[in-house]
């Protein structure tokens, strides 16, 4: 399976995002990540999407039945694009007072930030592309990570160009 990342302006509806996934899910094809926001306009959401599928016919097939919808305004495969790519993370770690100076170096290390920190734990956040986060969780788990929150992929096109002109 390869993944794509797809962005799509929309209207600015209730029920939108629920008929994009809903229309992928119904296909068959496995959502790896989604993330809705607003956009330079007001009347328009951006959603990105992270999608598996086994070959291009089937990443055509998912952009045509999305283009059916009467709500998507336009559809831009990043992919091709060389796209910038972040994502979002939240780590929250045990951190006993003799874990606590080791996980504050690989926390240094990710160049992350401690964004609260009690007598029991710490979480973790962390902004960046995905194998950037990943690794910072499987160097997390000799700590005892309690909990994780991944925004899933956001992206934008490198250059002048919005994905609205694309």
Do not use: W
């Not at 990342?5 to 790896?32: C, K, M, Q, Y």
């Not at 007072?97 to 979480?123: C, L, Q, W, Y």
């Amino acid at each position: 399976m390869k993944k794509y990342l797809l962005a799509l302006l929309v209207d600015n509806r209730p029920g939108v995002l629920t008929h994009v996934s809903g229309l992928i899910s119904r296909r068959a094809f496995n959502i790896e990540s989604i993330a809705a926001g607003y956009t330079e306009e007001e009347d328009v959401t951006r959603i990105n999407i992270v999608v598996s599928v086994n070959n291009e016919l089937e990443l055509d097939q998912v952009v045509n039945q999305l283009n059916k919808l009467i709500d998507i305004i336009k559809i831009v495969n990043l992919t091709k694009f060389d796209p910038i790519q972040r994502e979002l993370v939240m780590i929250k770690v045990k951190a006993s007072p003799a874990t606590r100076t080791d996980i504050m170096n690989i926390v240094e290390i990710f160049r992350a930030k401690i964004v609260d920190i009690n007598r029991e734990t710490m979480v973790i956040e962390l902004t960046g592309e995905q194998s950037k986060i990943d690794a910072l969780c499987n160097v997390l788990k000799d700590h005892e990570i309690i909990e994780i929150a991944r925004t899933g992929a956001i992206a934008l096109s490198r250059g002048p160009i919005p994905a609205k002109r694309l």
